[in-house]
């Protein structure tokens, strides 16, 4: 499992070094392809998890928090959610993902979907693949480094996810009740 790991890593950052040697063009182009595979394939998953949600009746399983939060955003902001997605960080899965579930129809998917993309390969090519190429050459150097770093980063976004879920927490929690205790 660690030589899968380790040979997994090893091509990423093949690829990694592959595109930020190309010129900005050829990455942004090769970037908009991943990220217009990527994003259709989510989207077919949801529509299939739909489909068998249907015939099997799953219906309960669909209503997860990313997915419920996802199907709001979309309900009350439409289009304008999917190409804005891309410049998120796991909430551009949910929002693909729900919208298949929700049934929207390939077409007008595709077509708010086609900005996205287009935004992603861009920003991507321009400079968000610099932090894969650093930890590629830090992991070259030092790879038990590269591995503390990781590391840190992990748990830099595990500590920002517990802050901020403690954080809707309270401001969920209900009010305290206060009682007049006069005679």
């Not at 891309?86 to 049934?103: E, K, M, N």
Request: charged content about 15%; hydrophobic content about 60%; some cysteine.
């Amino acid at each position: 499992m660690v030589l899968e790991f380790c040979c997994w890593l090893f091509r990423l950052f093949v690829v990694v070094d592959w595109i930020l040697n190309q010129p900005f063009i050829v990455a942004a182009v090769f970037l908009t392809l991943v990220a217009a595979v990527r994003s259709e394939l989510t989207y077919a998953l949801g529509r299939g998890v739909r489909a068998g949600a249907i015939r099997l009746a799953w219906a309960t399983k669909l209503s997860q928090e990313a997915s419920a939060r996802a199907t709001r955003w979309l309900d009350r902001w439409g289009w304008p959610i999917i190409p804005l997605s891309f410049l998120t960080v796991g909430f551009h899965t949910a929002v693909h993902i729900t919208a298949g579930l929700i049934g929207w129809r390939w077409g007008r998917y595709t077509l708010a979907a086609f900005p996205g993309w287009i935004l992603w390969g861009c920003l991507y090519a321009a400079g968000g693949l610099a932090v894969f190429a650093g930890l590629a050459a830090l992991a070259r150097r030092s790879p038990g480094l590269a591995v503390v770093v990781g590391l840190a980063l992990i748990g830099v976004i595990v500590g920002v996810v517990v802050i901020v879920k403690r954080f809707r927490a309270q401001r969920q929690s209900p009010p305290a009740l206060v009682v007049d205790e006069a005679p």
